[in-house]
């Protein structure tokens, strides 16, 4: 009993304590399409602080098992969308899927964190328009923005000096230059870049990248049997040895447990033999033939010298077989 509960100790206590220190890519759902994380990302509570390159690149999960980054001078976080570790590159949207609100809100900022944007930035004009304004140069409102009451829609300042007309200017921001078709969508997302740390020459030839120890940010690229994100041959073979000769002995603890009891329950019941120890009984004793009385009934004869019986052939007792003696005394039955 000692041996299982010494057991379900290195289970539930040494095991989660090996699987926190390893490196290894993972999400906040099984989706297929979220994200992946790994280097120089990491996943709060789920990855140890040595899997990430510094603290800028820590992503986390919402309830809604979103992947989210914080920036700095950000009030609320962004939702990751994809990562492209060959390109380095890191697709944000707003947790509403609304992006173009929080450049309209200028609570976009990249100022103290390691990214900048894939795209030029431009300055954009913001307009809240009537619903019933004229369409100008096939400009759709701003989904996500608009309603019966308003629409909104944004243009590139240098291309208009003057605002639509029925529209009025709402605000200026700076914002990553793209093909207006793409404001429409509420899939729209921004692109992010990061040079430090560079690992997509690493990441090119299929290895993994990290750190060579967490104390500095020099990068070791290294294959996957071998490199942080796994656990050594050494390590291995100690997790075997601690979760192996335990579990062995556990289960045949085990199964010598269940076979008692199956053996138990199979084996017939034995009969009760109850021992007598009633001693001293007198012998049964069957008396048969003539009583006393019968026998002194029949009259006796003495014979003589000369055994006086009427027929000569009467000298032998017909009982026992025996002649009779001399002066023997006979009793006459018949």
């Excluded at 590159?89 to 707003?94: A, M, R, S, T």
């Excluded at 992010?192 to 120890?213: A, F, H, I, Q, Y």
């Amino acid at each position: 009993m000692a041996t299982f509960e010494f057991f379900i100790i290195i289970f539930f206590f040494f095991l989660p304590q090996i699987a926190a220190n390893k490196c290894h890519e993972s999400s906040c759902t099984m989706s297929y399409d979220t994200p992946l994380v790994r280097f120089p990302f990491r996943l709060r509570d789920y990855q140890p602080s040595r899997c990430g390159y510094s603290a800028n690149f820590d992503l986390s999960c919402n309830e809604q098992k979103q992947t989210l980054l914080t920036l700095p001078l950000s009030s609320r976080a962004l939702t990751v969308e994809s990562i492209y570790y060959n390109e380095q590159i890191l697709q944000i949207n707003d947790q509403n899927k609304c992006i173009p609100k929080r450049f309209l809100d200028n609570d976009l900022s990249l100022v103290g964190s390691p990214f900048q944007f894939e795209d030029d930035l431009e300055n954009y004009t913001f307009f809240q328009c009537s619903p019933k304004a004229p369409i100008l140069l096939d400009i759709l409102p701003i989904t996500c923005l608009s309603n019966n009451k308003y629409k909104v829609i944004a243009l590139v300042s240098r291309f208009r000096s003057q605002p639509p007309s029925n529209c009025t200017v709402i605000s200026t921001a700076m914002v990553p230059f793209q093909s207006y078709d793409q404001w429409q969508s509420s899939y729209f997302d921004v692109s992010l870049t990061w040079g430090v740390p560079d690992c997509r020459s690493c990441e090119s030839l299929g290895r993994v990248c990290g750190l060579k120890k967490a104390s500095t940010s020099k990068l070791d690229c290294s294959s996957p049997k071998s490199g942080s994100s796994g656990l050594s041959n050494r390590a291995k073979f100690r997790l075997i040895i601690i979760m192996g000769v335990p579990g062995l002995v556990c289960v045949t603890w085990l199964g010598l447990y269940i076979f008692t009891l199956i053996r138990d329950r199979v084996r017939p019941p034995q009969p009760i033999t109850e021992v007598s120890l009633v001693t001293n009984r007198q012998p049964h004793v069957a008396i048969t033939g003539l009583d006393d009385s019968a026998i002194e009934s029949y009259p006796k004869i003495q014979l003589g010298e000369t055994w006086d019986f009427p027929n000569p052939g009467d000298n032998t007792c017909p009982i026992c077989l025996c002649e009779y003696q001399a002066k023997e005394t006979l009793r006459r039955v018949a």
